[in-house]
């Protein structure tokens, strides 16, 4: 069955998991275009210009939480905007430290604190550890 939520935003459109897109006002899909890069993309009215919006970042924008990436399209398609047809990485960002952290973490490793020593205290990985140390310890 085909899922819709609104698109953020704009609350006279909704988007489907199908990747179809409904406007309210109208009360009809919206049939969209092809851009120049092959993309599907449809024009969305907001505050009384339209701004042409790729549907399948209209349909991770609606369906993922933040921090997504988008990779590409399962089957190559770039007009198959399901949600089952995108490819994704949820991974959340790497951890930064401030400016001052990362001073104390270093002046710790010369100190010889292990890299899972400072990662413990600052509550961030080993590898980002490793990484801002520039060595493996």
């Given at each position: 069955m085909e899922e819709w939520r609104p698109i953020k935003g704009n609350l006279q459109y909704a988007v489907s998991d199908c990747g179809r897109v409904w406007s309210w006002v109208s009360g009809r899909y919206l049939n969209?275009?092809?851009?120049?890069?092959?993309?599907?993309?449809?024009?969305?009215?907001?505050?009384?210009?339209?701004?042409?919006?790729?549907?399948?970042?209209?349909?991770?924008?609606?369906?993922?939480?933040?921090?997504?990436?988008?990779?590409?399209?399962?089957?190559k398609d770039t007009t198959d905007c399901r949600l089952g047809n995108l490819l994704v990485?949820?991974?959340?960002?790497?951890?930064?430290?401030s400016a001052w952290a990362r001073l104390r973490a270093r002046d710790m490793g010369h100190r010889g604190a292990t890299a899972t020593h400072i990662a413990n205290i600052?509550?961030?990985?080993?590898?980002?550890?490793t990484t801002m140390l520039g060595s493996g310890r």
């Open positions: 969209g275009s092809i851009d120049s890069g092959g993309y599907h993309q449809v024009n969305l009215a907001h505050r009384g210009r339209g701004r042409g919006r790729k549907i399948h970042r209209l349909v991770l924008a609606a369906f993922c939480d933040a921090g997504w990436k988008f990779l590409g399209f399962r089957n990485d949820l991974a959340p960002p790497q951890p930064r430290l600052f509550n961030v990985p080993e590898s980002y550890v």
